[in-house]
């Protein structure tokens, strides 16, 4: 056995703790040559034009190759080093190399075409013919049928593309990492919560300072804003983080080139495969079938939120004028002014509910919730991790059997990438001799705990927690056996975020918060009083939250729904006249919203961005189902929407059939119709007109 933890059996568990830099080259290299030879040989029109002959050994070499990368990724993500990322980016680019390699390749695309014409492909399962069908329409949206210059340009663009998202992701990083604000007087700090003061000293004292050092890691840069009394200093907080990565901040981190030559890169790519601009030729993997459909799509539910968002607007600006003396409402005196309208009109500050969901009893609730539900069990085993912070949980059936395995790494830190996400290391597969299980990663950036005591979440990052749960069960809980209809391989990305927004709904209810709370002091669960004021405040500001994510959206698919590349000027224009059609409230000329979007330029959500609401429609209407058993069984002896029946029944068409099928076709098998919008409007409090 290789003595290079990379290289372990796809069935191991992969010893993280062992891995060092020095092991991904030599791994890509070993896996790179492997995998080409399976290429070829799966590639010879010798071979019967059978799925045992062609597919099943392909994917069984190369699922070796992608769980190693999707471990250096990883790792690149969470515990990024200068040895680390120097690996990382010696390796990007053979691996793009390679994949870019199979895509044009005309001899396995032939065969693939062998196999879709064999007699016996009708009798294959259903699950297996869309993998070939899929494959296919990859193969064609991968270049296969270019030939000459375009072929060896459509090459390069993608060698260029990976390195240039890495980059942006990189300066993204580096440039929050960078960034320290050291406060040694006291009386500048006040509002802000003990325990977020607590980490600020904790982290001046690692840097050999005294006083408190502040960052733009969420964990700190929000409560500020939401709490610090001193408007200089949420200014400058505010300044810091929506200048990151641009040349209005630390100008060695300016993603302005990159943005620019990314939006060429991805023009270019989308000409040379035929295609009119880069969202036309991504949306030839989604839902939505055109640029215009998302627009009009995105501007429909705008002019429903917009009225909505102009109350949220007003009353703030009133609240702001008449209770705290601020007749001109700054950008950074947004959250501020929205946290002390909170507490006056709900009577409850974010902070106060915090104190109760600590992360071991989150936990814990959310591993009740998902048994309840999907008849899983969650249990914490012990686990080889890439960091402290990281820890390992073994998902079974009740009889114990193993069904995946779950790593959390909740804690915001250096060399960590910002936000929350999920991602699989290895995907479910059945052959004939063994059944292999879904390792899968589930990242966050919550605080960590200080001064002896658990971590604290605020009820919006129970929400994240639950959110990015429910991707991770999306793989966790599939039985699709063949990896190429695993959910994150061929699920429509605009479908990706029904089951996590799905799972948001189960941090409103009741029972379910019972489940989840447990005050850090005392341990007594939330009480119902302050419960009934966290629901009641549950569409706080909705219109404003709603409008600024079509905002998002729809900047994102006109930027992509252009011939050409564009320069960074006319990027931050497109940004201004979207803000002027959708926006109550625009930040100032110097912001660089885009800079830090990593989203769009490292995340795969160019000309997808429109993915949250669409899916939103989505989740909204599949919680309905829920509710509807609730009120059937006179709210389930207790359980409100906990229905084991119906959450049995959304296992079973939803997570369990990944991408085996049009996800259209899964909600539709789910819900025994087409979606509707009514359920996501009732539930933004958007049912009815604004008050007047």
């Given at each position: 056995m290789s003595s290079n933890p990379l290289l372990a059996p796809v069935q191991d568990l992969v010893d993280y703790a062992a891995i060092q830099p020095a092991h991904v080259v030599p791994a890509v290299e070993e896996l790179l040559v492997v995998a080409r030879a399976a290429v070829e040989?799966?590639?010879?029109?010798?071979?019967?034009?059978?799925?045992?002959?062609?597919?099943?050994?392909?994917?069984?070499?190369?699922?070796?190759?992608?769980?190693?990368?999707?471990v250096a990724g990883h790792l690149n993500a969470v515990v990024n080093t200068p040895e680390l990322r120097e690996a990382y980016n010696a390796?990007?680019?053979?691996?793009?190399?390679?994949?870019?390699?199979?895509?044009?390749?005309?001899g396995l695309y032939k065969q693939y075409q062998r196999l879709r014409a064999a007699p016996a492909f009708d009798s294959w399962t259903p699950v297996r013919r869309r993998i070939i069908d899929l494959a296919l329409r990859d193969f064609r949206l991968g270049g296969v049928e270019l030939q000459g210059e375009a072929r060896e340009r459509y090459a390069e663009i993608s060698d260029r593309e990976a390195q240039v998202s890495q980059k942006f992701s990189e300066n993204v990083l580096d440039a929050i990492d960078a960034w320290g604000l050291v406060i040694e007087d006291e009386s500048r700090l006040a509002g802000i919560p003990a325990d977020v003061l607590d980490a600020a000293r904790e982290s001046a004292q690692a840097d050999g300072k005294t006083g408190w050092k502040l960052s733009l890691k969420m964990p700190c840069y929000l409560p500020v804003m939401q709490y610090a009394r001193d408007r200089g200093l949420r200014e400058t907080l505010y300044r810091a983080y929506g200048t990151v990565a641009s040349e209005q901040g630390d100008v060695r981190y300016d993603n302005s080139p990159l943005i620019e030559e990314l939006l060429g890169l991805r023009a270019e790519e989308a000409r040379l495969l035929g295609y009119g601009n880069f969202a036309e030729l991504r949306l030839q993997t989604r839902m939505a079938r055109s640029a215009t459909q998302v627009a009009e799509f995105l501007r429909d539910l705008a002019g429903r939120a917009r009225p909505y968002a102009q109350q949220d607007l007003a009353q703030l600006r009133e609240f702001a004028a008449t209770e705290l003396g601020l007749a001109d409402v700054q950008p950074w005196d947004l959250p501020?002014?929205?946290?002390?309208?909170?507490?006056?009109?709900?009577?409850?500050?974010?902070?106060?509910?915090?104190?109760?969901?600590?992360?071991?009893?989150?936990l814990s609730g959310l591993f009740d919730v998902i048994q309840t539900l999907f008849n899983v069990r969650l249990r914490e085993t012990p686990v080889s991790a890439w960091h402290a912070d990281a820890r390992g949980v073994r998902v079974e059936r009740p009889d114990g059997t193993l069904i995946g395995h779950l790593y959390l790494d909740l804690y915001a830190?250096?060399?960590?990438?910002?936000?929350a996400w999920v991602d699989s290391e290895r995907n479910r597969r059945l052959t004939a001799a063994t059944l292999q299980t879904p390792v899968v990663y589930l990242t966050c950036n919550f605080s960590r705990p200080n001064g002896g005591k658990a971590a604290l979440l605020t009820h919006d990052d129970v929400?994240?927690?639950?959110?990015?749960?429910?991707?991770?069960?999306?793989?966790?809980?599939?039985?699709?056996?063949?990896?190429?209809?695993?959910?994150?391989?061929?699920?429509?990305?605009?479908?990706?975020?029904?089951?996590?927004?799905?799972?948001?709904?189960?941090?409103?209810?009741?029972?379910?918060?019972?489940?989840?709370?447990?005050?850090?002091?005392?341990?007594e669960p939330l009480p119902r009083a302050l419960y009934d004021k966290l629901l009641a405040a549950r569409n706080y500001q909705s219109g404003m939250q709603t409008v600024r994510q079509i905002e998002f959206a729809l900047f994102d698919m006109l930027l992509h729904d252009k011939a050409q590349g564009v320069p960074i000027a006319d990027v931050l224009a497109l940004l201004q006249t979207v803000r002027d059609e959708i926006a109550v409230f625009s930040p100032p000329a110097w912001h660089r919203m885009p800079h830090s979007f990593s989203h769009l330029f490292a995340g795969g959500y160019g000309a997808g961005y429109y993915s949250y609401k669409w899916a939103e429609v989505l989740s909204a209407d599949a919680y309905?189902?829920?509710?509807?058993?609730?009120?059937?069984?006179?709210?389930?002896?207790?359980?409100?929407?906990?229905?084991?029946?119906?959450?049995?029944?959304?296992?079973?068409?939803?997570?369990?059939?990944?991408?085996?099928?049009?996800?259209?076709?899964?909600?539709?098998?789910?819900?025994?119709?087409?979606?509707?919008?009514?359920?996501?409007?009732?539930?933004?409090?958007?049912?009815?007109?604004?008050?007047?």
């Open positions: 040989k799966a590639a010879d029109p010798a071979l019967p034009a059978t799925w045992e002959a062609v597919v099943e050994p392909l994917e069984a070499t190369s699922e070796r190759l992608w769980r190693a990368w999707s390796a990007l680019p053979k691996v793009t190399e390679y994949s870019t390699w199979v895509g044009l390749h005309e501020y002014a929205s946290e002390r309208l909170r507490e006056t009109r709900y009577a409850y500050s974010e902070d106060e509910i915090k104190q109760y969901f600590t992360e071991p009893r989150v830190r250096a060399g960590k990438q910002g936000g929400i994240t927690l639950f959110h990015e749960t429910g991707h991770a069960l999306h793989a966790l809980l599939s039985e699709v056996d063949e990896p190429g209809a695993s959910a994150f391989a061929s699920v429509e990305w605009d479908a990706i975020e029904l089951p996590s927004q799905f799972m948001e709904n189960f941090c409103w209810e009741w029972a379910v918060v019972q489940q989840l709370s447990a005050h850090v002091d005392t341990g309905e189902a829920f509710e509807e058993a609730a009120r059937a069984n006179g709210q389930g002896a207790g359980l409100g929407t906990l229905d084991p029946a119906t959450g049995d029944r959304f296992r079973r068409e939803i997570l369990a059939v990944g991408g085996a099928r049009p996800a259209a076709e899964s909600f539709k098998a789910f819900r025994g119709r087409e979606p509707r919008i009514d359920a996501l409007l009732r539930h933004s409090g958007m049912a009815t007109a604004p008050a007047a």
